[in-house]
């Protein structure tokens, strides 16, 4: 099974919310990323998570608040967004990010988020 | 840094017809290649991969080599159908960074 699950599917927010996309995986993977994607363009990438730990910031605004509970779910909290952040939302998961060889990234369908 | 490289599109096809999408990088080391697709309003399904030179990886009837001659993972399909119509996106891992490099992703298109 290599299924990773997102909710909610889609989301309409306005700049003054606070929201938070959910992720979950139940492959024993130990790193979990977060991608923005927007229309006609490649995924671009967010946060690393590796064995619980932020691994990689990629500059991303305070807005965005990544959270790794645990091994199997994350979390982005969301609050005080603009509308240029509507995007599709998409987390992904590998069996680990580190030691000089990336495992194959699995992705979930995605969050689609409308910031009003 | 190290970067993908694919086709512009859209590729349009009939049914049948063979599929052929390029893809070529640029990395030091030895990345692992991939193909992902992605159907109209879902997330990245990952097609096929390889992880070493001469390498082909192979799934639904689409294959790709990896050939480090050339540096590329070109994608090819013997015989498309309409449910094929989607976004296909090359990527490489970059062993350094541990991030995953996309290309700008080809549509394809393909008609009855």
């Known amino acids: 099974d290599t299924e990773v699950t997102q909710t909610p599917k889609h989301l309409v927010m306005g700049m003054t919310n606070k929201k938070s996309l959910k992720c979950e995986q139940h492959m024993g993977h130990r790193a979990m990323y977060w991608y923005k994607q927007k229309a006609k363009k490649p995924p671009e990438l967010m946060f690393v998570?590796?064995?619980?730990?932020?691994?990689i910031n990629e500059s991303v605004p305070s807005r965005f608040s990544p959270e790794c509970p645990n091994s199997s779910l994350l979390n982005l909290h969301l609050h005080a967004l603009q509308p240029e952040d509507s995007a599709l939302y998409l987390c992904?998961?590998?069996?680990?990010?580190?030691?000089?060889?990336?495992?194959?990234?699995?992705f979930g369908p995605g969050t689609r988020l409308t910031v009003l | 840094g190290d970067s993908v490289t694919q086709m512009e599109g859209p590729v349009t096809l009939s049914e049948e017809a063979f599929l052929t999408i390029n893809c070529t990088y640029t990395?030091?080391?030895?990345?692992?290649l991939f193909w992902y697709v992605q159907y109209p309003g879902e997330g990245l399904q990952l097609l096929l991969k390889a992880t070493k030179a001469d390498d082909k990886g192979s799934n639904k009837g689409f294959e790709a080599t990896y050939r480090k001659e050339t540096t590329s993972f070109h994608l090819e399909k013997g015989s498309v159908q309409v449910s094929d119509s989607a976004v296909y996106f090359c990527?490489?891992?970059?062993?350094?960074?541990?991030?995953?490099?996309f290309g700008t992703g080809t549509r394809l298109q393909v008609f009855p």
């Open positions: 990395a030091t080391g030895y990345p692992s």
């Open positions: 992904a998961s590998s069996q680990d990010a580190s030691g000089g060889t990336m495992d194959t990234q699995y």
């Open positions: 998570y590796s064995y619980e730990k932020l691994s």
């Open positions: 990527a490489l891992s970059d062993n350094n960074t541990d991030k995953l490099i």
